[in-house]
């Protein structure tokens, strides 16, 4: 490419050729051996096609008027700006050239930055230099936009040392470019230095510096810059709207429009843009509305911030009008304008309307698929999704982490991770959101291995681990009861959000570890973290775990007092169970009838199940008569009131009570245990007998029950609400999930490895105290997660310290 006449591009034809080819009817210009400049430009004045110009090139071959330079340029200048003609083409016309002078290389080489070929124009400046051909103040501004546009700042810098060396460091055109080029790569010092030491500058040299400034998110630089120009012209003023928006700083961003003595279309959609992107919707559309009483033109970035704000507010309704708005104006076409109408359609549940944009659009591209993939998942429509994105000609990480998100989100967690491992097949590299997304799968089908190999990944990949995934990482390990990993996690992360401190803070409570829990608590203040409602959610969690009561009202009442924070259903409902926990039945009772919003079925469950634990029964059935009437729906109601009549021996109010569960279709939430071993995840019902080694598992269970009788175990048949007899209760209880987990366990999974279990429901009093045995007997480390906390037995104790 450097040299002239060696080594030139294949092309699908030659000038050569174009010597001898026929010259075609219509237009055919007279063969003249003293073409004229005049008469040149006559004929590429009428030229419309590359045949044409053929012929006026061939006549100039034949005549030699190519010898001539200005009629050579202006050749070259008509090629390089014509559509139709190849810029390979141009480039053979360009090493015809005999005496090439400073405007024809400037061409060749602007010919190649306005043709996405800006690389090759540093070869055509090596050329010029090696023909001697001096360059001019035009010349440099082209090379310096073709390292703007590769962001070769290293390039850059190499012309910027010819500039100086040429002398060119005065022209303010070159140093407009040069300051424009080091603030696209990055490089804001260097770009001040070249503005700071120019002997001129004009209102681009300002603009070129504020836009760097602007680009890296400096506010307070842009400012600087912005109070000190000799003239702020709407540009400039457009573009600190933009910064001010993109930093939340929409106060500004308005004072600074309103100050605006003129403002274009660019000024508005900078000032809705902002609000939009700020959650301030409602905003963006009242300035939209006061945009078109001013008859202000819209344009495609006006209406797509419009759209995405009407998504928001679900107001399809408007939705619909800025869409025959765009219709009426001529730009519903707009691929980039479509995709918003098909995401706020689909926002608005408006399926089919998203489907017709769909089914309709004459240019979709990628993001239009994703799009209507998102929609479909948005209505819960996930097998539609399914198969259009099964239907996608091309799928990129967007596509895949759209449908792993959506099968998690929709609780299809089986799903998610074959999915996952399809989209490792094909070579696709997941990114941060399809983590977290597979994560949490792994997380509710107790998958630890495949979430431990999830976090291999990420750290031999080097992926950055942000607050969502960190804090992802984080609640899973908890969840699985690792808590040293989990505490790595947390250690490892460079950032930290109120959410990562919030889920470390519960995990630990969970796993019966409260005082590093509250010593998190205080570590996260000391941090100047403020505690959300979450926080204190977790904090009260964690005194509820270990009973400290006075630690729980000292929290509840710093809550209100030192942090301002209005106390919710869920925190009521924490300070219900502490109290409820702790033997104090009659303080619950009145803590929920004065809380100031009404109680959630979670709240009354709390006193239930505390009545039912200290044998308050009068209490337990007056609350859970009362909870039957308000919520005759709630299972887990009839369930409990049913278990205190059966602790009793009232087998008629057992009877009354599943007489009302089968009145109302209620069913009884088996209980259900999960466990995992070589990779692979195993269910266990109560009384399951389809598993396939079921005969080594009850063969593991008669051994459990002939190991655990000779510590002196004795079944606590009160936990069964059946009126059978003694023995038959017995067999029932060896047969709840949770026993028949760990007996897998012990076959399955070698020592030492934890056997780790989840479990849907509250393990129940009996398997608590036999999972305490199994571990000491069968010197086996033992990890249950209910529904509620981590139970870690290890040699016959259990880390809630049996609290719970």
């Known amino acids: 490419?450097?040299?002239?006449?060696?080594?030139?591009?294949?092309?699908?034809?030659?000038?050569?050729?174009?010597?001898?080819?026929?010259?075609?009817?219509?237009?055919?210009?007279?063969?003249?051996?003293?073409?004229?400049?005049?008469?040149?430009?006559?004929?590429?004045?009428?030229?419309?096609?590359?045949?044409?110009?053929?012929?006026?090139?061939?006549?100039?071959?034949?005549t030699g008027f190519l010898r001539d330079t200005f009629a050579a340029s202006r050749l070259l200048k008509f090629s390089t700006d014509s559509p139709f003609i190849h810029i390979n083409h141009s480039h053979q016309i360009f090493t015809r050239i005999e005496n090439p002078?400073?405007?024809?290389?400037?061409?060749?080489?602007?010919?190649?930055?306005?043709?996405?070929?800006?690389?090759?124009?540093?070869?055509?400046?090596?050329?010029?230099?090696?023909?001697?051909?001096?360059?001019?103040?035009?010349?440099?501004?082209?090379?310096?936009?073709?390292?703007?546009?590769?962001?070769?700042?290293?390039?850059?810098?190499?012309?910027?040392?010819?500039v100086l060396k040429m002398g060119f460091h005065s022209d303010v055109y070159v140093q407009n470019t040069l300051i424009n080029m080091y603030a696209v790569c990055g490089s804001l010092s260097d770009a001040r230095k070249v503005f700071d030491q120019s002997p001129v500058l004009d209102l681009v040299s300002w603009n070129s510096i504020l836009a760097g400034y602007v680009?890296?998110?400096?506010?307070?630089?842009?400012?600087?810059?912005?109070?000190?120009?000799?003239?702020?012209?709407?540009?400039?003023?457009?573009?600190?709207?933009?910064?001010?928006?993109?930093?939340?700083?929409?106060?500004?961003?308005?004072?600074?429009?309103?100050?605006?003595?003129k403002k274009d279309m660019v000024s508005w959609s900078a000032l809705i843009s902002c609000y939009e992107q700020n959650q301030m919707h409602e905003q963006a559309l009242i300035m939209f509305q006061q945009m078109k009483a001013d008859r202000i033109m819209l344009d495609e970035v006006v209406v797509i911030s419009v759209l995405s704000a009407c998504a928001h507010l679900l107001v399809v309704r408007t939705g619909k009008l800025v869409h025959s708005?765009?219709?009426?104006?001529?730009?519903?076409?707009?691929?980039?304008?479509?995709?918003?109408?098909?995401?706020?359609?689909?926002?608005?549940?408006?399926?089919?309307?998203?489907?017709?944009?769909?089914?309709?659009?004459?240019?979709?591209?990628?993001?239009?698929?994703?799009?209507m993939i998102s929609g479909y998942l948005k209505c819960r429509e996930v097998e539609k999704a399914k198969a259009l994105f099964d239907s996608m000609p091309e799928k990129d990480i967007v596509s895949w982490s759209a449908m792993i998100s959506g099968y998690a989100q929709h609780?299809?967690?089986?799903?998610?991770?074959?999915?996952?491992?399809?989209?490792?097949?094909?070579?696709?590299?997941?990114?941060?959101?399809?983590?977290?997304?597979?994560?949490?799968?792994?997380?509710?089908?107790?998958?630890?291995?495949?979430?431990?190999?999830?976090?291999?990944?990420?750290?031999?990949?080097?992926?950055?681990?942000?607050?969502?995934?960190?804090?992802?990482?984080?609640?899973?390990?908890?969840?699985?009861?690792?808590?040293?990993?989990?505490?790595?996690?947390f250690h490892g992360m460079e950032e930290k959000g109120v959410s990562t401190w919030n889920a470390l803070i519960l995990g630990l409570a969970m796993n019966g570890l409260v005082n590093k829990s509250l010593d998190a608590f205080s570590e996260m203040k000391e941090c100047s973290v403020l505690p959300n409602e979450i926080t204190f959610v977790a904090v009260l969690g964690a005194c509820r775990h270990m009973g400290l009561v006075d630690e729980g009202r000292r929290h509840f009442s710093s809550m209100i007092q030192e942090h301002k924070i209005e106390p919710n259903v869920k925190h009521y409902g924490c300070m219900v169970d502490l109290l409820g926990r702790a033997g104090l039945l009659k303080e619950a009772e009145d803590l929920i009838e004065n809380m100031p919003m009404a109680p959630d079925v979670s709240t009354w469950g709390a006193l239930l199940g505390a009545c039912k634990k200290y044998g308050d029964n009068e209490m337990g059935e007056r609350v859970g008569r009362k909870l039957i009437e308000l919520q005759p729906a709630h299972e887990g109601f009839h369930v409990l009131l049913s278990n205190i009549y059966a602790s009793k021996g009232n087998w008629d109010g057992v009877l009354e009570i599943r007489g009302m569960m089968i009145q109302h279709g209620l069913v009884k939430t088996p209980g259900c245990s999960m466990i995992e071993a070589n990779g692979t995840v195993h269910e266990f019902l109560a009384g399951d007998k389809t598993h396939p080694q079921i005969k080594e598992i009850e063969n593991?269970?008669?051994?459990?029950?002939?190991?655990?009788?000779?510590?002196?175990?004795?079944?606590d048949t009160n936990v069964v609400s059946q009126d059978i007899d003694e023995e038959e209760k017995e067999t029932s209880l060896f047969r709840h999930s949770e026993k028949l987990a760990i007996a897998?366990?012990?076959?399955a999974i070698n020592s030492p490895t934890p056997i780790r279990i989840m479990k849907n429901l509250r393990i129940c009093n009996d398997c608590h105290t036999a999972a305490k045995l199994i571990s000491r007997v069968f010197n086996r480390e033992i990890a249950v997660r209910d529904r509620h906390r981590f139970h870690h037995f290890k040699q016959g104790s259990c880390s809630c310290m049996d609290y719970w």
């Open 325 to 371: 708005l765009a219709a009426k104006i001529g730009i519903e076409s707009y691929v980039n304008l479509q995709n918003a109408l098909i995401h706020m359609y689909s926002s608005c549940r408006e399926l089919e309307a998203a489907q017709k944009l769909f089914n309709e659009g004459c240019c979709l591209d990628q993001v239009s698929w994703n799009s």
């Open 744 to 747: 897998f366990g012990l076959i």
């Open 215 to 261: 680009s890296i998110g400096d506010v307070e630089e842009a400012k600087y810059v912005y109070d000190r120009m000799p003239e702020r012209n709407i540009i400039a003023s457009n573009s600190m709207i933009v910064l001010y928006g993109k930093k939340g700083n929409v106060a500004l961003a308005y004072r600074l429009f309103s100050e605006m003595p």
């Open 101 to 162: 002078n400073g405007f024809i290389y400037n061409t060749m080489m602007r010919a190649y930055v306005q043709r996405n070929a800006a690389h090759n124009s540093l070869c055509i400046y090596k050329l010029m230099l090696q023909e001697t051909v001096e360059p001019d103040n035009y010349t440099y501004p082209i090379l310096v936009q073709s390292c703007s546009l590769r962001l070769e700042e290293f390039e850059g810098k190499l012309i910027h040392c010819h």
């Open 1 to 62: 490419m450097c040299a002239r006449h060696k080594g030139q591009l294949s092309l699908c034809w030659s000038i050569d050729s174009a010597v001898t080819m026929n010259l075609t009817k219509g237009f055919r210009p007279t063969l003249n051996p003293t073409l004229t400049l005049p008469i040149l430009e006559t004929f590429l004045l009428q030229c419309r096609n590359l045949k044409q110009f053929n012929q006026i090139l061939s006549q100039m071959i034949l």
């Open 700 to 715: 593991m269970l008669v051994e459990m029950a002939k190991k655990l009788k000779m510590e002196g175990y004795a079944p």
């Open 411 to 489: 609780d299809r967690f089986a799903d998610t991770l074959e999915l996952f491992q399809e989209m490792q097949l094909v070579g696709i590299k997941p990114d941060e959101t399809t983590l977290v997304s597979v994560i949490s799968a792994c997380t509710h089908l107790a998958a630890l291995d495949q979430g431990k190999w999830i976090h291999a990944y990420i750290r031999k990949n080097c992926l950055k681990i942000n607050v969502i995934l960190g804090t992802t990482l984080i609640d899973m390990y908890m969840k699985f009861g690792c808590v040293e990993n989990a505490l790595e996690v």
